[in-house]
């Protein structure tokens, strides 16, 4: 079965500081893989998507995430964090022909001054 | 315009009492999904439609009874209600059961008192 871990629960960075949230997925086929980001009281927005091709994947908003097989992670990465991205952030993983998407239980994101 | 929509954004009701939560979308979607986030953020699948047939029922129970009028909607209907139906239901759509990536309504707070 599919299964996403997201190890962090709260992550707090200072504002202009890099980021990187992580996630680790479980699955059997090639995974299609997504961040989303929930701002607070508000729906999920897209950040990016992988499917194919190139490992290294551009989003919305600056951030940037990596698949990498071999650990079977697919982390967002932001170089520098404004206070505009505090947020809960989503990894999620689906597949071809997938009914539905796993999602992992979230990454609290607090920017410090 | 709003892609994916759903009305009412918060639902505030007593115990016993029979609600429904409204969603469409503009996307021209075949597939139609809801989830669920509880209180500790946790998203997962309820169900799932395409061209208005039901493709996953994801053990929920049987007071939950979504509707499919046409492909552009998908309500969601539950009977007696219970305290911990209280949570947060998303609404989401994607172009096929082959394209993973979902697009997401902003959400309807259920509070069961």
């Known amino acids: 079965a599919q299964s996403v871990t997201q190890p962090d629960i709260h992550i707090t960075v200072s504002e202009g500081a890099s980021l990187e949230l992580r996630c680790n997925y479980s699955y059997g086929a090639t995974p299609y893989l997504f961040w989303y980001v929930q701002s607070p009281g508000q729906g999920l927005q897209l950040l990016l998507k992988y499917f194919s091709g190139d490992t290294l994947v551009q989003g919305i908003k600056g951030f940037e995430a990596e698949f990498k097989r071999s650990q079977s992670s697919f982390n967002l990465r932001k170089p520098s964090v404004h206070w505009s991205d505090a947020a809960e952030y989503f990894c999620a993983v689906g597949a071809m022909g997938f009914q539905k998407l796993v999602f992992g239980t979230g990454t609290r994101l607090l920017v410090s001054p | 315009d709003t892609a994916v929509s759903q009305t009412p954004k918060y639902l505030v009701t007593q115990m016993g009492n029979d609600k429904s939560i409204k969603c469409e979308q503009n996307l021209g979607h075949d597939t139609m999904y809801w989830y669920k986030q509880d209180s500790k953020k946790f998203l997962k699948i309820m169900f799932s439609y395409n061209n208005k047939e039901l493709i996953i029922n994801e053990t929920v129970p049987n007071r939950f009874s979504p509707k499919s009028p046409d492909k552009a909607h998908l309500n969601l209907h539950i009977n007696s209600l219970e305290l911990g139906d209280s949570a947060v239901y998303f609404c989401?759509?994607?172009?096929?059961?082959?394209?993973?990536?979902?697009?997401f309504g902003q959400g309807t707070r259920l509070t069961v008192v």
């Open positions: 989401a759509s994607s172009q096929d059961l082959s394209r993973a990536e979902a697009f």
